[in-house]
């Protein structure tokens, strides 16, 4: 018997033929090229699951660095984005907010507010996963946010189903080394894990209130997805901590919703291979194999491993994040990348990549501001490759999150083999919360756009013919169910 590091394995299964096919091509797609949306790498098990009574010592956070206050939010305000034909209608603003004074270390954000009464609309933040994938470039551009880029790379469009027209969106490029952020220190990229990543968060939102002081007070909710599912728990958790001090900025946390969340590494693990089977990708020869050989209970045999690269032959070349869509072939010619089931350019985070990388660009953006010695990337490789600590499971802060009393969805997009909503499923079996409201179908225009189940202090929804992605491959179902959770309300009927 031997452990194997699962989260590596699912690099070599799951994504490595999908960057060998990409690749061929000259050109890759989002997940495909860049295996960062779902954490697969964990070098360690240790983390502190609360916080120590110190940090509160004397009734205020050792952890946050507030900046100067004369660099406030006009000196962030975006005038216009290269390629945005005509005037917006809301106002958005990106920049900097220091993290830590000492180390030189600064994350990008990413701001836009409501074009209709932004001061009675929630302020909410989106957080990509990787862990080390960007939320301005896949959350912002890619999926949610008001903008995305055409295939000449220069121009941009708007997209209809943005979900700041229900509320104010913020999106942080986190930890250093994703995107934009930065730190001066260069042990800083070798050295961070989830705890540095939400003391980070924490310290961001504290300082980044400080610019925009009018939301201080606004009803404040977490959003995200795939390793989101260890960040948003952590951040809510440790904003519910610190709220508890005395002199310690308090943020309005209202609620949570992640996306195709990663829990729990065994169940995901599990799940993706119980979700072959049932949509006919592998054959069931492999899958008995697998259920024979593998206890998904961390540790491993070498027949589990060789049961689980079978399986994966048997699959073949399929984006397992959404496994009926379209591969990028050319980004330069994208007519040759559209032949699937799925609408939608799967090149697009091409041109997002092209255009974020533009000079003219990060200058209307205030970024880059101190020559970053690389380009901006969707998802850092090093970020990935160097992540030192992570929970094995995170159903022990769901339960705290639940016990808070903290709004909580999760939701799936029911395309998605990597976070399935299957293995959401099994999480919720293990949590055992009683049911309230029986599951049932939800529906855009009389048309069924996905399932819910109520429980005690908690919702579950599915979103039909989304990939893990959801707002991308299913932008109108997305921002329904959004507003839902925004309202408190489960999905219409």
Same mark, same amino acid.
């Given at each position: ?9 699912? #690099? ?10 990409? #690749? ?24 502190? @699951?609360?916080? @120590? ?55 990008? &954000? ?10 009675? !609309?929630?302020? /909410? ?19 949610? %946010? ?13 997209? !209809? ?31 961070? %894990? ?21 939301? @201080? ?25 610190? *709220? =508890? ?24 693990? =599990?799940?993706?291979?119980?979700? &072959? ?13 697998? !259920?024979?050989?593998? %206890?998904?209970? %961390? ?18 070349? /399929? ?13 330069? *010619? ?16 091409? &041109?997002?990549?092209? &255009? ?5 660009? @990060? ?88 399932? /819910?189940?109520?429980? !005690? ?5 599915? /979103? ?5 992605? #959801? ?23």
């Amino acid at each position: 018997m031997h452990t194997l590091p699962i989260k590596m394995k699912r #690099v070599i299964l799951i994504l490595w033929p999908l960057f060998y096919l990409s #690749v061929a091509n000259t050109a890759t797609r989002n997940q495909a090229s860049q295996p960062l949306e779902f954490d697969q790498l964990k070098k360690s098990r240790k983390y502190m @699951q609360e916080k @120590q009574d110190s940090t509160l010592k004397n009734g205020t956070s050792p952890l946050v660095h507030r900046g100067p206050r004369n660099n406030l939010r006009e000196q962030d305000k975006i005038v216009s984005m290269p390629g945005q034909a005509g005037v917006t209608e809301f106002d958005q603003y990106a920049g900097y907010v220091t993290v830590d004074a000492k180390a030189g270390r600064a994350l990008f &954000y990413y701001f836009v507010e409501a074009p209709q009464d932004p001061s009675d !609309k929630p302020l /909410v933040l989106w957080l990509n996963g990787g862990p080390g994938c960007s939320s301005f470039g896949s959350g912002a551009m890619l999926e949610l %946010g008001p903008f995305s880029v055409h295939s000449d790379n220069k121009t941009l469009y708007k997209k !209809k189903h943005a979900w700041n027209r229900v509320a104010n969106m913020l999106f942080i490029e986190i930890p250093a080394g994703v995107g934009y952020s930065y730190s001066n220190t260069t042990s800083d990229y070798y050295n961070t %894990g989830d705890k540095r990543t939400t003391d980070d968060a924490y310290t961001f939102l504290v300082n980044w209130l400080e610019k925009f002081p009018e939301y @201080q007070d606004r009803d404040f909710f977490i959003t995200g997805e795939s390793y989101a599912g260890h960040y948003i728990p952590e951040l809510a958790n440790m904003i519910i901590y610190m *709220n =508890r001090a005395t002199n310690a900025t308090s943020i309005n946390l209202k609620g949570v919703a992640i996306g195709n969340a990663d829990l729990d590494d065994n169940l995901t693990l =599990r799940a993706s291979y119980d979700y &072959y089977w049932m949509h006919a990708m592998i054959s069931g020869k492999a899958y008995r194999a697998i !259920k024979d050989k593998c %206890g998904f209970n %961390g540790t491993y045999t070498k027949d589990c491993e060789n049961a689980m690269d079978i399986a994966t032959q048997e699959k073949g070349n /399929v984006d397992d994040y959404d496994i009926y869509a379209p591969i990028c072939h050319d980004a330069s *010619n994208p007519s040759k990348s559209t032949d699937s089931l799925m609408s939608g350019d799967p090149c697009t985070n091409h &041109y997002i990549s092209s &255009y974020l990388n533009r000079p003219e660009v @990060q200058r209307a953006l205030h970024a880059n501001t101190t020559g970053l010695g690389y380009p901006w990337m969707d998802c850092s490789q090093h970020v990935f490759d160097n992540w030192k600590d992570s929970p094995e499971t995170m159903l022990p802060s769901i339960k705290r999150l639940i016990s808070s009393g903290t709004r909580i969805w999760l939701y799936s997009g029911d395309m998605d083999a990597v976070c399935s909503f299957i293995s959401t499923q099994y999480a919720l079996d293990i949590l055992g919360l009683p049911i309230e409201t029986s599951w049932r179908p939800w529906r855009i225009d009389n048309e069924v756009a996905g399932y /819910v189940v109520g429980y !005690k202090g908690l919702v579950f929804a599915t /979103v039909r013919g989304a990939g893990h992605m #959801v707002p991308y491959y299913q932008p109108r179902r997305a921002l329904a169910l959004f507003s839902s959770f925004l309202e408190g309300k489960l999905p219409p009927r």
